[in-house]
């Protein structure tokens, strides 16, 4: 009755080799392009060349005469079905938002939006289909620089994204200090720092971003079950489930939503896209299995963006730079629709300007716009990425205005270890931080003094190549995230997150989790957890997700939520279960339940040598022969947990970035980054979350910059011209924790996912201007392209060289009767 | 329609293909080898990525035709009875991978670049693997990966 068993060492904190790796590496898997199906018809799209235009005439007749072709659908066929694309956060009461069908009815409001549908048998006979389509186009004022579009009135005659709003604003949005009575009036500490302190005023560019994962966007529609069946490379099949009914009135009941392999997300599948819809609509009429799966160039023009905000920061401080103030107005572009969260991103925002800093008053503006532009929507970090970049931005630029170093000005504004928790100007509690000790590793793994006598030694003699030393020390508010705050922000939706664990009468166990991995390894992640809750093996243990007639219920996978929310809800179905399984141990070894223990696996009875381990017990409930009366046959566990805070990961990074004077040409020579995520599960996952949001950071910073050229076309339509790093652009990193446990979770965990991205671009940008500020450059706007590196240096040493005009796009040459300047050189506003 | 016969991870296959159809698309479409896969239209990103005749190609850069006579390798045909390769067991064992997308053209590209220089400094490894983009991984661990397999005798 007595299995021996060897006590099962920890698992967390181990760096358990990826359980989900042994398909992906040998190619057996399940992208949603992958799925074929009896009779299985494919769409291609038909998508507008024009930012903005009327529809004017529409003829399929020829492509209704292409080989293979079932059907030809335009908006007009399915006007009043089609539904509109749902926005789940209104951020104010008075939000502006159009309509947003997904095939454009009579009108196109952004480059790239679907006109015409082809449905076809094969993919291929549906694209040659598309290009017969003929469009009638009538070409509007198109609203695409951010700046003119939020001042444009019917009166002034500026450009409107959509002429029957009257207006390009959609929603203002504010949080102030005073009025919330989390500290003192912004104005005020402005005013008295204009006479007796510093006040900083600065400008700085989020230029836009594309998420560009790299498994393009797939969706597969079978109506011939009971339930509907999509499978979609989404981030959200839960919410895509729901949204789906919630639009179509088609019973959620009757909808199966399965995320399968999903290639990378970022942000990027977080949305519930018109492809989706429109695949769903054409199964539904045809009663045939659909697939649609977009090129990248599709994926780039109509796939959300990211970014793209103006940040104006006032900045006020005493003369020895104690900060009295921060004022931050935003202008947000939302592209050509508030998309799913579109309108919500920069408010994510709101809470982070004041970082990790203690200022007395604080006030945020944000005003979203629409534009005739892909619309927007979270790309990794979210609004705190732009958040980051303007504070940690402005804190540098302070230190240079001041004469002091970067890094005594940020100490004697941050918070103290020993002040945590800690509630901040914007109304957040941090619950748990160590800034010195994050800090000091950084700097000796980085070998900073090292490298600033370096950095003195290249000034000194003049070398062409000048150092500069970046600092960017951060946090972020993640794990999304309390329901009754996203209540309070009007969000749509809670953000609990759901657990099953099912014990199966092999003494194995499947874990059912709301959280839908996209690459994050949360098979790995959570057998670690259940591992050591159950004192089962981690080998035995099968992590099921992304389907929502498997995984029933959730809130899928965003927002660095799926381990400090859905890793908690984990835990707590964990203990469930051996709660259950508790009162059958006492039942079989006949002793009272409050004798019995359980650990390491095992249900003991105190003080003798008695006992049974969980996979008897759950052999013992599956034949149900010998239970206590009353007691269900079942030890399986649901739990949902909503968490009572964010949690608040923070770090330093430092970057070293090498000057070229002559050129402009910048390289990366260091990067060192001290994280504290609190307690870590498996420290190889972790890093390799870090790294990838390292380089989409650096990135940001460096190289990518979705370009619009004057007629609204996106000129960064391909891999050729959006620059993505490559293996040969970037570096390897030196990376470490310290750990200050997270205290609103029991695992003590903090989310990892974005911290990378959020804290790497201003730690970039600053070192680059870190080597040229002694030449009096103030601002180089990103990406640092060696042109704008060039251009920012020679501007600066009164360089009297001509104007460099906007670089043409190579493929617009002015000869082929096609114009188009790419924003490359002016910095971009458009 | 032409008609084709090639060997695709060992297996003789032979098939009628519209002369336009690319490698990539009849490896997915004709013969559900659907571990290789597209991730972009432009050549770009790598993901693709086979050998034909023994050498790296894109395979969205060549026409199936082109591929008559051949012999093909994808990530389906690299592990032996079994048994892992040893660049797919050090992307493993390195963490050089995340979504798994980029995955079998990183490994194809990799075994490549090990063929061609089985002691690659880290440098030689991010050139050589510059053709193939990922978005996950921010390549650290890929190059370890790479140098994990070197050390290993990976070139096999």
């Known amino acids: ?830 | 329609m032409t008609r084709i016969n090639l060997t695709v991870d060992g297996d003789k296959v032979a098939d009628d293909v519209e002369p336009r159809m690319l490698l990539v698309q009849y490896l997915r479409e004709k013969l559900g080898k659907t571990g290789t896969v597209i991730g972009c239209d432009t050549s770009n990103c790598g993901a693709c990525t086979v050998h034909l005749d023994g050498t790296s190609v894109k395979s969205c850069n060549v026409l199936a035709v082109q591929a008559d006579g051949a012999e093909v390798t994808t990530i389906e045909g690299l592990a032996q009875d079994g048994e892992l390769h040893q660049v797919q067991e050090s992307f493993r064992e390195c963490h050089g991978l995340q979504c798994g997308f980029c995955t079998p053209g990183m490994i194809m590209q990799s075994i490549d670049l090990l063929k061609n220089n089985p002691k690659p400094s880290e440098q030689e490894i991010r050139v050589g693997l510059e053709g193939n983009l990922c978005r996950c991984t921010g390549y650290h661990n890929i190059v370890k990966s790479v140098q994990h397999a070197a050390a290993q005798g990976g070139a096999q």
Not at chain 1, 177 to 202: C, F, H, Q, W, Y
Not at chain 1, 363 to 375: D, E
Not at chain 1, 377 to 388: I, L, S, V
């Open chain 1, 1 to 830: 009755m007595t299995a021996v068993q060897d006590a099962p060492t920890a698992e967390i904190g181990k760096d358990r080799r990826r359980k989900e790796d042994q398909r992906l590496i040998t190619g057996r898997t399940r992208w949603t392009d992958n799925i074929t199906l009896p009779g299985m018809v494919h769409l291609a799209m038909v998508r507008s060349p024009f930012a903005h235009a009327k529809i004017t005439n529409i003829n399929t007749s020829a492509a209704l005469e292409s080989p293979n072709v079932v059907r030809v659908i335009t908006g007009a066929d399915v006007a009043d079905e089609q539904g509109s694309l749902p926005n789940a956060w209104p951020i104010t009461p008075d939000q502006v938002a159009p309509a947003h069908p997904p095939i454009a009815v009579d009108r196109v409001v952004f480059a790239g939006e679907i006109v015409a549908v082809i449905v076809a048998r094969s993919a291929a006979e549906a694209r040659d289909a598309a290009e017969l389509v003929d469009i009638d186009y009538e070409p509007l004022p198109a609203a695409l620089d951010l700046k003119a579009a939020a001042e444009a009135t019917p009166e002034n005659g500026g450009a409107l994204a959509h002429p029957e709003l009257g207006t390009n604003k959609s929603a203002f949005w504010k949080f102030d200090s005073a009025e919330a009575g989390t500290g003192g009036n912004v104005d005020e500490a402005i005013a008295k720092a204009r006479t007796d302190g510093v006040v900083l005023e600065r400008e700085y560019r989020q230029q836009r971003l594309i998420p560009a994962f790299m498994e393009p966007r797939s969706t597969v529609v079978d109506p011939t079950g009971e339930q509907i069946t999509m499978w979609s490379a989404t981030q959200i099949p839960h919410i895509l489930k729901f949204l789906l009914a919630a639009v179509t009135g088609v019973s959620e009941a009757k909808i199966r939503v399965i995320a399968p392999d999903v290639g990378g997300g970022f942000g990027g599948k977080l949305q519930t896209t018109p492809e989706e819809f429109i695949t769903f609509l054409v199964a539904r009429k045809l009663g045939k299995p659909v697939k649609y799966t977009e090129t990248r160039s599709e994926s780039l023009m109509a796939g959300h963006h990211g970014r793209d905000q103006w940040q104006k920061l006032t900045l006020s401080a005493e003369k020895d730079g104690t900060v009295t103030g921060l004022k931050v107005e935003l202008l947000a572009d939302l592209g050509s629709h508030v998309a799913l969260i579109g309108g919500g991103v920069p408010v994510l925002g709101a809470f982070m300007f004041n970082a990790i800093y203690k200022f007395p008053a604080y006030q945020f503006n944000c005003q979203t716009v629409l534009t005739n532009k892909t619309w927007t929507d979270a790309y990794r970090g979210a609004g705190r990425p732009e958040a980051t970049f303007g504070i940690e931005r402005i804190m540098s630029d302070l230190a240079a205005e001041l004469g002091v170093d970067p890094f005594e000005l940020r100490e004697k504004n941050w918070i103290k270890h020993e002040e945590f928790p800690f509630t901040t100007v914007a109304g957040l509690e941090y619950d748990s931080g160590n800034y010195e000790a994050a800090t000091a590793n950084a700097k000796a793994m980085f070998g900073y003094d090292e490298l600033r006598a370096e950095q003195m030694a290249r000034r000194e003699s003049g070398d062409k190549v000048q150092l500069g030393i970046g600092i960017s020390t951060f946090t972020e508010m993640c794990g999304l995230a309390p329901s009754r705050v996203l209540g309070s922000l009007d969000y749509g939706a809670g953000g609990w997150e759901h657990a099953s664990v099912r014990m199966l009468p092999t003494g194995k166990v499947e874990v059912l989790t709301g959280a839908t991995a996209h690459g994050q390894g949360h098979a790995t992640a959570f057998s670690q957890i259940v591992a050591d809750r159950l004192g089962v093996a981690f080998e035995d243990i099968e992590v099921l997700h992304g389907d929502t007639a498997i995984a029933h219920k959730g809130m899928d996978t965003y927002g660095s939520r799926s381990l400090v929310v859905g890793g908690e809800a984990v835990v707590k179905a964990a203990d469930k279960v051996i709660e259950k399984a508790k009162v059958i141990a006492a039942h079989l070894l006949e002793a009272s339940e409050d004798d019995v223990e359980f650990a390491g696996g095992r249900f003991t009875v105190k003080g003798t040598d008695q006992g049974l381990a969980m996979a008897e017990i759950a052999l013992a409930t599956f034949a149900a022969h010998n239970l206590p009366d009353g007691v269900e046959p079942s030890l399986d566990s649901d739990a949902t947990f909503d968490p009572v805070n964010f949690n608040y990961p923070h770090g330093t990074h430092l970057c070293a970035m090498e000057v070229d004077t002559e050129t402009g040409q910048v390289t990366m020579r260091k990067y060192a980054a001290c994280d504290d995520i609190g307690n870590i599960i498996n420290p190889l996952i972790v890093e390799g979350q870090l790294h990838g949001g390292l380089v989409q950071g650096i990135a940001q910073a460096l190289w990518e910059e979705a370009v619009y050229d004057d007629a609204g076309t996106l000129v960064t339509g391909s891999f050729v011209d959006y620059l993505l790093p490559t293996s040969a652009d970037t570096i390897s990193f030196d990376l470490d924790h310290t750990t200050s446990p997270a205290t609103t979770n029991t695992l003590g965990t903090k989310g990892v996912g974005e911290a990378g991205t959020i804290a790497s671009t201003p730690a970039v940008v600053n070192a680059v201007l870190d080597a040229v500020r002694q030449f009096g450059v103030q601002d180089i706007r990103m990406p640092c392209t060696p042109e704008r590196v060039w251009k920012a240096i020679n501007d600066a040493r009164g360089g009297a060289q001509a104007e460099t005009v906007a670089a043409a796009a190579p493929h617009f040459d002015a000869s082929t009767g096609m114009e188009g300047t790419t924003d490359r050189t002016s910095g971009g506003s458009a």
